[in-house]
């Protein structure tokens, strides 16, 4: 699964390869938030639990993942959301700096993806990002 692919030749106006960065991480991102959101109904449904049986630790578990993940993946959508909003013209910013933030954000987003046993990968100009232990 690529998060993100920059391949401009010119960051004169970095806008596009930020925009695209935004754009597939987003698409990415919402796609995962309507999965759990459809499986979160799921479990609702269960969670009534009309034959008084107790749950097991893993049903459990997992209704706690259903109900906290998806919050937490729409705060990163929304941080990212507003990091876009720096490509405006209202700032002035360096193409070194936006490539080094973006290898940063996209590392965090490769060791994340590895905690749930996902591999991940991501470019900037055709240079892909690794983790420091890869």
Known sequence: MTIASCNSNSLSNARNPLANSLSSLWKTLSTLRMQLMQSSKTSQDSLSNPSGKSKSTNEVKLDRFRRVF?????KVRKALRIL???SSNNYEWNERQVKQCFGLLFREFIKTAAL???TVTAQIDGTEIRTLDS
Request: hydrophobic share 25%.
């Open 70 to 74: 998806p919050d937490r993946v729409e």
């Open 84 to 86: 876009g909003n720096c």
């Open 116 to 118: 749930f046993g996902l």
